[in-house]
């Protein structure tokens, strides 16, 4: 069965702080994969990762996927408190028409 | 981006009454879109696949007379919560995909 794994479930950090997100994934007929900020509403898109070692950048958020070992991960250095929120990865099947396959989010929390 | 709304954003009904929502893509035509519901602090997940002008595809567990879906069109999907009872209460999200998978903003819908 596909499944996306992410880790931490929930983390607390202070403001300033570096913080890695991780998620692995095992899906047949893998096609890329995507991270997702969710605050109060509906999940904002972040980064579209297909390609492995190729690190994607957006001010201090980035993220790279390791297609070998199925893992990404998203790091955000010098965090703010606006970066509260969960954060979601998902892996995009290959076939069309498909929906993707949700991890289960990690809860970023950032004190100042 | 491309653009995904959903209608209404917020809505609160007397238990047993059924309540339509409403999910548009603005700037492209979606054969396929997803709905998912979020319950608090879980993640999303898939309810069923919308298909323009064939039946939906429903995942395990979501009762298709209950939730019906109409994807009528290339830019409208509806989803119609049936005898809405006080557990049917989550946040609703859309999405169409392209290569990437666009969100609505979500309908909280609330039954008493």
């Known amino acids: 069965e596909d499944k996306v794994v992410q880790s931490p479930l929930s983390l607390v950090v202070h403001e300033g702080d570096t913080v890695t997100l991780n998620c692995s994934y095992e899906v047949t007929n893998f096609r890329s994969l995507l991270w997702y900020k969710q605050e109060k509403k509906a999940p904002t898109f972040l980064f579209m990762l297909?390609?492995?070692?190729i690190e994607k950048k957006s001010g201090r958020l980035s993220s790279i996927l390791d297609k070998k070992e199925l893992f990404s991960i998203l790091n955000i250095t010098a965090t703010q408190t606006g970066d509260s929120a969960i954060y979601l990865c998902a892996v995009v099947p290959n076939q069309a028409g498909t929906a993707l396959i949700f991890g289960k989010g990690t809860t970023l929390s950032v004190s100042s | 981006g491309a653009v995904v709304s959903q209608h209404p954003s917020w809505v609160i009904c007397k238990s047993g009454t059924s309540v339509k929502i409403e999910c548009r893509s603005l700037?492209?035509?979606?054969?396929?879109m997803f709905w998912y519901r979020q319950f608090p602090k879980q993640s999303l997940m898939l309810m069923a696949t919308?298909?323009?002008?064939?039946?939906?595809?429903?995942e395990q567990g979501v009762e298709k007379d209950k939730f019906l879906i109409n994807h009528a069109s290339l830019t409208l999907s509806t989803l119609t919560v049936t005898s809405a009872h006080p557990e049917d209460s989550s946040f609703y999200i859309c999405?169409?995909?392209?290569?990437?998978?666009?969100f609505g903003p979500g309908t909280r819908l609330t039954v008493l």
């Open positions: 297909t390609s492995s070692g």
């Open positions: 919308s298909n323009e002008g064939s039946k939906a595809t429903y």
């Open positions: 999405s169409a995909r392209l290569l990437e998978q666009f």
């Open positions: 700037d492209f035509q979606a054969t396929t």
